[in-house]
């Protein structure tokens, strides 16, 4: 035990740079995901090395990149597996998930042995993988798992006729990886009610939304001047996100705004979602209308925003997406593009009309009538614009970022005392 009293320590700490003291946190990061496009891990991992500690993160890359080790801003990225094309079936992604947990395992065991992690912050999907951590754990680390989406119900939603058994099995699973972590962290309040009253104590929890990093999406410059009226959701295409409600709106939107467009960015893993939109956008003679592009990189997709008019989020109510944040409403915020969200529980728990323009989830005529009334009412619009910036503002990650850091250093208080 070194001389002088913890607070001594600790106020040493917050004098020295860490890269310049011997307090420099080394962290591990697990996540099934494409670590560039990755908002949430990118801005843990990436915030954690700009205040000296040392990152590596586990992750997946795409089918047709090489695996192996890169740095990207500072942080080590190992890539042990290459993502399938297509993961629909629940079959096969299960095997991927295993196979990941497997390789995930035996890295971090070979490289725990040579830098001696502090920390192993897991990410799901799935629950599971938090046991990639067993040997960094028996030899002294601390263990987060990160809840991004909660999966049981998730579960339930994508496969609605798989079955009771596997929902039960998915929440012992939970628990079971609940209990495993030191600690807890929860992608939104609701979410962490339902944890606490099933999985684990809130005590052990800590919500952290997937705040806009400043870093990334500072606000940009409208460069789009071609008198298009561009309605614009990024993200995957589950049947939970709507988004063939929001190709149904567009056809009343048009008969306002014949040049209207709806532009979709980003589509998952799988063909099987865009190539059913695509089908309804040509039934309704949108084909022309509707642009399917590529996921785009963090880097590059503040700018794609920018130059939208109206950002949409059309939700189900009714589904997964009914409790399930949308970091997209806060990216829209930061831009200055006005917002149309269908009213869920979640979205209402955290906006309200003075930020996003709400429609009635599921109702495509409803949603026509809010985009509408946002292209056309510019006292709506800029209301909605100078709003959501202030929001942005006051929730973004440079805001929150230091209860991430002050829950870092609780776990590994050991280090300074």
Same mark, same amino acid.
């Given at each position: 035990m070194r001389g002088g009293s913890k607070d001594s320590m600790r106020n040493k700490r917050d004098s020295v740079p860490l890269v310049e003291s011997d307090l420099r946190r080394k962290i591990c990061m697990v996540t099934h995901s494409l670590y560039e496009s990755d908002n949430r891990v990118r801005r843990y991992a990436e915030a954690l090395v700009k205040r000296g500690d040392q990152v590596e993160v586990i992750a997946i890359t795409l089918k047709d990149r090489p695996l192996g080790k890169s740095v990207i801003n500072g942080v080590t990225v190992h890539d042990i597996q290459r993502r399938l094309g297509d993961e629909g079936g629940k079959w096969a992604y299960a095997t991927q998930l295993i196979r990941f947990l497997l390789i995930a395992s035996r890295l971090l065991k070979k490289r725990h042995k040579a830098v001696h992690f502090d920390v192993i912050h897991v990410h799901n @999907?799935?629950?599971?993988?938090?046991? %990639?951590?067993?040997?960094?754990?028996?030899? +002294?680390?601390?263990?987060?798992?990160?809840?991004?989406? @909660?999966?049981?119900?998730?579960?339930? %939603?994508?496969?609605?006729?798989?079955?009771? +058994?596997f929902v039960w099995a998915l929440k012992k699973t939970e628990w079971a990886a609940t209990a495993f972590a030191d600690h807890v962290i929860v992608a939104n309040h609701l979410w962490q009610d339902t944890l606490n009253s099933r999985s684990v104590r809130k005590e052990k929890t800590s919500v952290f939304l997937n705040h806009v990093d400043p870093s990334l999406f500072y606000r940009r410059t409208r460069t789009r001047h071609d008198g298009r009226i561009v309605m614009m959701f990024p993200g995957t295409f589950g049947w939970h996100q709507g988004l063939d409600i929001a190709i149904r709106a567009l056809t009343k939107v048009k008969d306002k705004f014949p040049r209207a467009e709806l532009h979709l960015y980003g589509g998952g893993t799988g063909q099987g979602p865009i190539q059913e939109l695509a089908r309804l956008a040509e039934q309704l003679n949108l084909k022309e209308s509707v642009n399917f592009h590529k996921g785009v990189a963090l880097d590059h997709i503040a700018q794609e925003i920018a130059n939208a008019d109206v950002g949409v989020v059309p939700k189900r109510a009714d589904s997964f997406g009914n409790e399930a944040y949308s970091t997209k409403i806060m990216e829209f915020m930061s831009q200055g593009v006005p917002v149309v969200v269908s009213r869920t529980k979640i979205d209402s728990y955290y906006f309200d009309d003075t930020n996003v323009?709400?429609?009635?989830?599921?109702?495509?005529?409803?949603?026509?009538?809010?985009?509408?009334?946002?292209?056309?009412?510019?006292?709506?619009?800029?209301?909605?614009?100078?709003?959501?910036?202030?929001?942005?503002?006051?929730?973004?990650?440079?805001?929150?970022?230091?209860?991430?850091?002050a829950l870092i250093d609780s776990l590994t208080a050991h280090a300074v005392v």
């Open positions: @999907i799935p629950d599971f993988m938090v046991f %990639s951590a067993w040997y960094p754990k028996l030899a +002294g680390a601390k263990v987060i798992l990160d809840i991004h989406d @909660i999966v049981p119900e998730l579960f339930a %939603s994508k496969f609605p006729t798989a079955g009771t +058994g323009r709400f429609f009635d989830s599921g109702d495509s005529d409803a949603m026509a009538r809010a985009v509408v009334e946002v292209i056309e009412n510019k006292t709506l619009r800029d209301s909605l614009i100078e709003e959501g910036l202030c929001y942005a503002e006051r929730h973004n990650w440079d805001q929150k970022k230091h209860e991430y850091f």
